[in-house]
């Protein structure tokens, strides 16, 4: 196991200078999500028109997998349709079973790869995603 | 104590973990097991095996005698007076709640008071939380001085008569302090109170005297302390016992059935419902006899020196921050670095081998009182070596200059 793939200068980054971090003050949805066995926690905030996420904040506390991993989908979900949002979540999920994903202009995502070689990490890396989900999927039904 | 022929006893530290030997620093978490143990329950299901308290057969009589011997030398070992006064029980948090489910849910009424304090551990925090709004009793709290311990003056103060239950952490899990129990014990006792200590920590470093420390229900796990998971034991007050209600019905737990009522058996099996886990009781048993081989005293001595020697070489790494007092500490050592998630530590030190816990060691409360929201922690038990308390410096600093310089 090589640190170096885990910690990449990219999610270094993102780690100590967070894209989207702090609260939104327009009407947004609001999830709050937690990891109780590690106590890492999430608050994103979702600015919603039509079926298109125009603006997404993060707060929170973790280790920096999770907390960088939130900064890059943040960055990444701004702009997209539900549809387009929940395939970017599934082809997350993807990346950390260990499969081949390209995530196109998205590079920065693929930094997290190495994750999946430190199974113990991997719900730290998809607690934002998991949030993103939950923010999203109740939005489809309506 | 010789450290090298101990080492040699447990099979599972003879190996590299991500390519470098292992240093397994969470023991209390849970405890390594030594062959003896191993080989006690192996031989347990491979010569005696069969249901307890039943058959009239051979091996149920052996079977039997195994599972009770065991809860002899549980007795014996923190000197309750009587092995009946043994439950066992899944681990501490099966026997802490049956003392609030059983016992105090019975005893608590509105207006009474259960006292706790911040440093417990969830299993010693939420069955009274639970107890409370069931009866509409008042939850306490002794309140933590600067560095985490408590003092009896604040425990005078927040015990009173309408005090129906104080429960107590021996050791803390998070800041390795010793409360004074035997003290605390009196006070409850002058009150009109019951005293409830969680022994999870201490029971596999100390000398524990139930009596000379006149604690009316003492619970602790076998995981910890070289035995099997899935075990432990609740010593309790006969009074008491005899008083309690099962809050398991079934098999084993009882005396005579009619199609609408029943009786139970005597104490300990009452709470003892169905077939009980009687390849661990073997186990904690074999564990008891290797941990007295080596002697209490020589544990607890080798815990506080490796204690300190870790308090005192981790307190001279720059941006380090330790938790808890600095004298009487035992068998842990919980800590930040500056800057770097414990997660992230606990995952450097992973890959060269040295295993430590990072989280919120089922201590939220405690966590907010230190104002963080998770830590790192090394913990030590009778197998650990200066030397590798060393090595975790080592990987420390290395740690602090990775997240500081090192990333590529």
Known sequence: MELNDLYRRVIM?????PRNRGELTQDSVTIALNNPTCGDRISLQLQLEGDVITDARFTGEGCSISMSSASMMTEAVKGRSYAEALDLAERFSSLMQGQDVEFEELEDIEALSGVNKFPARIKCATLAWNALKKGIEPQQSK | MNINAIREQFPILHQEINGHPLVYLDSAASSQKPRSVIDAVRNYYELDHANVHRGVHSLGSRATDAYEGAREKVAAFIN???PEQIVFTRGTT??????ASSYARAVCREGDEIVITQMEHHSNL???QQ?????GATLKFIPLQPDGTISLADAEATITPQTKVVSITYVSNVLGCVNPIKQLAEIAHRNGAIIVVDGAQSTPHMKVDVQELDVDFYAFSGHKMCGPTGIGALYGRRSLLEAMEPIEYGGEMIDFVELYDSTWKDIPYRFEGGTP?????VGLGAAIEF???IGMDTIDEHAKHLTKYAYDVLSNIDGLTIYGPKQDRVG???FNIDDVHPHDVATVLDTKGIAIRAGHHCCQPLMRWLNVSATARASFYIYNTTDEIDQLADALIQTKEFFGYGIE
Not at chain 1, 13 to 17: G, L, P, R, T, V
Not at chain 2, 94 to 99: F, I, Y
Not at chain 2, 277 to 281: L, N, Q
């Open chain 1, 13 to 17: 980054d993102h780690y100590k200078n």
């Open chain 2, 80 to 82: 309750a007076p009587a």
């Open chain 2, 94 to 99: 099966t026997a802490l709640n049956l003392v």
């Open chain 2, 126 to 128: 939420i069955p009274w």
């Open chain 2, 131 to 135: 107890v409370a709004k069931a009866t």
């Open chain 2, 277 to 281: 886990i009687i390849a661990g009781a």
């Open chain 2, 291 to 293: 941990l007295e081989q």
């Open chain 2, 332 to 334: 842990l050592v919980t």
